[in-house]
């Protein structure tokens, strides 16, 4: 049994799911997804769902702005409440990184980003309790905030079938079929094969092994991630997202009132088999957490850990995601988003649409080469002009 589309989705995660609703706004039809499981239970249902601009470069903090009034107008244009809790976003730095920040944030300006500078007093007015007085600056996002990676893409799912999408769900690819050097479709695990005009990899940290199929490397590993649910004692209250850049770690607030603490520091990335890794932060992990927040949050009233998970961020090595044609004909990648997937996502189902039907984007101060495969053999990675010490080429 053969199926056809004509361009064919691997991967029902939120960026495959993105990309279709992109591809059908834009008036494409005959578009598929296959995922193998069911759709977001891949490394989206991990997400923590930070939505901020602050980036080093230029095209990242474009495509993160260009998403940020998609967030906020979601009802209306997917027609779905995404859970987007629009509490602000800030980030801080140690005196070692203040030139950085305020290069980063003259350059976010420059962009029309909203992004102010703030003093250690508002800050402490935006997150009643948190000792601010080793941070030397601030940079902080009205706009910002977080949303719900698994509603998001669900949504864009319903959205993308309301527009005649087809997603057929446990439908596990096996391998990339090629004719000569061109990709022209998938073998699924039951033997079925479906052939595209276009297929475009967008299956996370599990893209590689299926790229080698075709004979296409893809550098792109899983970093492990661990985070931590903390109650206080008592509800936060709705306090902005921070990037604390000092004790390299980020706080935000769960729903529920609970507290969420991820790591910043990638110093030492540790990588992980995304099918096999145990689902909770190992002790050394828990002692970490536990002795930045007793600093940061030094009031906490009566603080208890009530859980933790793992998940794996699909690293590349410039930690940021390639998007772009393959290097065989008939094959598009959307991967190795690096922990930056959740906040730009409406901008890449734009981004690829945008190449796929028209080989150029006018996402405003986008440049798509930014992404290409080829820049790693090249040796010309998109680093940020202005890193952090300390926090990796995360940002
Ligand atoms: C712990 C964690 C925290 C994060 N926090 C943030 C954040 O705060 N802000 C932010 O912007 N981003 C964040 N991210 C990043 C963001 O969530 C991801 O980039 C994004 O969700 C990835 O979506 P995806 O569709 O590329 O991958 P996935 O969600 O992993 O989807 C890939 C899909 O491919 C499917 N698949 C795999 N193999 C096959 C196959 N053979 N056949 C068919 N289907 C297949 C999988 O089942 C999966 O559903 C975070 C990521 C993690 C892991």
Redesign the pocket.
Known sequence: MTDTAEFLI???????LAIAWSLAERGATEVLV????TL?????G?????VRCHYGAPSLAAMSWWSVPFFENAAEILGDDLGFRQCGYAVGVGADNLDPLLANVAMQQALGIEVELLGHDEMATLWPGLRVDDFAGFAYEPRGGRGE?YLTGMAFGAAARRRGVRIRQQ???LELISKGDNVIGVRLADGTEVHAANVVL?????TPG?AATAGVEVDVKAQR?Q?LLIDQGEPLPPVPVLSDLVSLQYLCREPNGELLA?NSDHAVPEYIDPDDFVNRADDSTVEKVVGRLERRLPDMPDPRITGSYV????VTPDYNPIIGPAPVPGLFLA?G?S??????SPAVGRLVADLLLDGRTDLPNVEAADFRYTRFAEGRPLISPHPYLGAGEMR
């Open positions: 691997i991967g029902g995660g939120l960026e495959g296959l995922e193998r499981a977001c239970s891949g490394m989206t991990k997400s923590s769902g930070v990676a439908s596990p690819v967008a299956a996370g940290p599990w299926l991630a985070l991820g998940g794996a961020y699909d991967t988003f922990g930056h997937g959740f906040k730009i």
